[in-house]
Every structure is written in structure tokens, then in C-alpha cells.
């Protein structure tokens, strides 16, 4: 089982619809979650960084860390064209040189 | 400004050679990292370097050999190039040592075809 699961999607979704993220996780440790967005043939940028359990908002992005499940979500509402892009969920321990896990990443497609 | 830059943005050689991508960061980071990111889109950690210091080497074979001359730039020479490693590159930094919560920037990636 690998650390991080992940669906590689891809995920396709029209316009203005609510979109689901998700990835589990083996590693308890793990006490840094973050969702990085990734356009085709550029490098991931964070959108979104939460510590240990419970939700954490900005603008339509929604962010949800479940440590109990080991389970985090990313959710998108009102969907846009310009959201299509590669999700990747990453993690990470609490010890100083902790590297960061990451997800395969979900492509998302929302068609206008 | 670019925040992260790499260079070349395409490498396309042949097996057996020897290539260097170069990393170059103007955000006053102290870490720098090189990530490969497989056909499979999977994102996985090289190397890390902390000032100039080597802090994680991750399963990485000897072919590899990261150098950093000072703490903005991290280049990344690969020897005997094999099918294998092609791949994209990816160099990215982060103000502080160690992945706790910190946000890492990536740089845009260096595409390498091995032929």
C-alpha cells in the first residue's frame, strides 16, 4: 500500500458544480496536509495548507483533514473552467527535515 | 520576476550521456529541493539542500549528484543517461529547513527525453 492514495481521475464536471477531492493515508505521523494545483506543463502552486485535523475555507476552496480516517478533501464550489488542472494532495511528519508525500494528483476537467 | 527558474525548459539526448539542469531561486529561500515527476504524474523527493548543505538524499542512484554553489542556486548533473530517467524535473525552495507546513514554490520544469 502506498503512503498516499490517491484517484487519478480524470474527474470531469460541468460548470458551477461542487467538486470533491480526496486522498487517504497510511503514515500517522503525517501532520501537514496541503492540496497543490498543477496546470499542464507547469509546476504545482499551494492552494491550500492545513494542520492536523478539521476544515480550513478561502474563497470557493474548502479543505478537509480527517485524522481519525486518515482522509482529507479538497472541495471546490462554483466551479470554473479555469479550475481544470492536476490536484495533488501532500503531507508531511512534524520533524524538522519531514519531506513532503504526495499524492498522484486528480486531473480535473470542468467544461464551460 | 520568476520566483523559481530552471534551465533548459526541453533536454532531449541520447543514453549514455551526461546532463546538467540548473535551478535558480530570488526569494531568499535557505532550502531548495529537486523532485522527479514520473509518466504517471507521480511527484517524489531527489534531493534537499539547506544553505548550501545536503540534508536529504532520498533513493537516488549514484548518477545523480545535486550541487548547490550557494543557497539560491541547487543545479542537478545526471551521469550515463538511461530511459529510465526521463521525466520532468522539478526544482523548488522554501524559506526555512525541513516540510513542516511550509509552502515550497516550484519552478516551471525541466522536460528530459532520453533517447
Known amino acids: 500500500q502506498k503512503e498516499v492514495e490517491q484517484d487519478p481521475g480524470p474527474l470531469s464536471v460541468p460548470e458551477g458544480a461542487i467538486v470533491s477531492l480526496n486522498c487517504t493515508y497510511s503514515?500517522?505521523?503525517?501532520?501537514?496536509f496541503m492540496w497543490y494545483r498543477q496546470y499542464s506543463r507547469k509546476g504545482p502552486e499551494l492552494l491550500m495548507y492545513?494542520?492536523?485535523?478539521g476544515n480550513k475555507e478561502d474563497g470557493r476552496f474548502t479543505a478537509q483533514v480527517d485524522k481519525s480516517s486518515k482522509y482529507i478533501s479538497l472541495f471546490i464550489r462554483d466551479s470554473q473552467p479555469s479550475d481544470s488542472a492536476t490536484y495533488l494532495c501532500?503531507?508531511?511528519?512534524?520533524?524538522?527535515?519531514?519531506?513532503?508525500?504526495f499524492g498522484k494528483g486528480t486531473m480535473l476537467l470542468v467544461s464551460p | 520576476d520568476t520566483a523559481v527558474s530552471q534551465t533548459p525548459k526541453y533536454l532531449v539526448t541520447q543514453m549514455g550521456n551526461d546532463k546538467s539542469i540548473k535551478c535558480e531561486q530570488n526569494?531568499?529561500?535557505?532550502?531548495m529541493y529537486w523532485y522527479k515527476q514520473d509518466s504517471k504524474k507521480f511527484l517524489k523527493i531527489m534531493f534537499s539542500?539547506?544553505?548550501?548543505?545536503?540534508?536529504i538524499n532520498e533513493t537516488v542512484p549514484n548518477r545523480f549528484s545535486p550541487k548547490s554553489p550557494d543557497k539560491a542556486h541547487l543545479n542537478l548533473h545526471i551521469n550515463s543517461l538511461e530511459l529510465g530517467d526521463s521525466a520532468v524535473y522539478f526544482c523548488?525552495?522554501?524559506?526555512?529547513?525541513?516540510?513542516?507546513?511550509?509552502?515550497?514554490?516550484f519552478g516551471p520544469g525541466t522536460r528530459l527525453l532520453v533517447l
Open positions: 523548488a525552495s522554501s524559506q526555512a529547513r525541513g516540510a513542516r507546513g511550509e509552502t515550497q514554490y
Open positions: 503514515n500517522s505521523a503525517f501532520q501537514y
Open positions: 492545513t494542520y492536523s485535523s
Open positions: 501532500a503531507m508531511s511528519g512534524n520533524s524538522g527535515y519531514s519531506t513532503l508525500t
Open positions: 526569494l531568499g529561500h535557505d532550502t
Open positions: 539542500y539547506n544553505n548550501k548543505e545536503l540534508i
